[in-house]
């Protein structure tokens, strides 16, 4: 069983979503160290999990865990601070009326830390991720922005 740290790319999952807002908001007081793999390095894992005798549970993780808010200069586009009870009402409300694919339980990715430690399952099949955090945050810089609807 494989475990992967936020995926991002192509993918049209939360952390993807958002990272393809035009204008990203953050929760005001948060910046949570965030850890990012690639969705070419998590089809990597898959077929390095396919070997025969690796059995087990293991976290899967890309490069080095940057703060939220360094990973959002990367990319270049602007952060609009929101207090952190509007921004949960803003989430749950557009969530409940099918406006948004954010999902409220991912604000708590976005006020925690959750650090994963990779090196078991790095040592076992003797993966490391292939794409460093700049190559990752290409795609979201050259995409055009788009709401997450």
Same mark, same amino acid.
């Given at each position: 069983?494989?475990?992967? /740290?936020?995926?991002?790319?192509?993918?049209?999952?939360a952390?993807s979503n958002?990272?393809r807002? #035009?204008?990203?908001?953050?929760?005001?007081?948060? $910046?949570?160290?965030?850890?990012?793999?690639?969705? $070419?390095d998590?089809?990597?894992?898959?077929?390095?999990?396919?070997?025969? =005798?690796?059995?087990?549970?293991?976290?899967?993780?890309? #490069?080095? @865990?940057?703060p939220?808010?360094?990973?959002?200069?990367?990319?270049?586009?602007?952060?609009?601070?929101?207090?952190?009870?509007?921004?949960?009402?803003?989430?749950?409300?557009?969530?409940?009326?099918?406006?948004?694919?954010?999902?409220?339980?991912?604000?708590d990715?976005l006020?925690?830390?959750c650090?994963?430690?990779?090196?078991?399952?790095?040592?076992?099949c003797?993966? /490391?991720? =292939?794409? $460093?955090?700049?190559?990752?945050?290409?795609?979201?810089?050259? /995409?055009?922005?788009?709401?997450? @609807?």
């Open positions: 069983m494989l475990r992967p /740290v936020h995926i991002a790319g192509a993918v049209s999952n952390v958002y990272l807002l #035009p204008r990203i908001p953050v929760l005001m007081g948060y $910046d949570p160290m965030i850890q990012l793999i690639h969705e $070419d998590v089809v990597a894992a898959l077929l390095a999990a396919l070997t025969p =005798g690796v059995r087990g549970v293991f976290n899967v993780v890309g #490069p080095d @865990a940057v939220l808010r360094t990973l959002l200069r990367e990319i270049g586009r602007p952060v609009i601070p929101v207090p952190g009870p509007l921004f949960e009402a803003f989430v749950r409300t557009t969530w409940r009326l099918g406006l948004s694919s954010f999902p409220p339980p991912e604000l990715h006020r925690f830390v650090m994963v430690d990779g090196s078991r399952f790095a040592g076992r003797g993966l /490391v991720p =292939g794409k $460093d955090l700049h190559t990752i945050l290409h795609h979201f810089r050259e /995409v055009p922005a788009r709401p997450l @609807a």
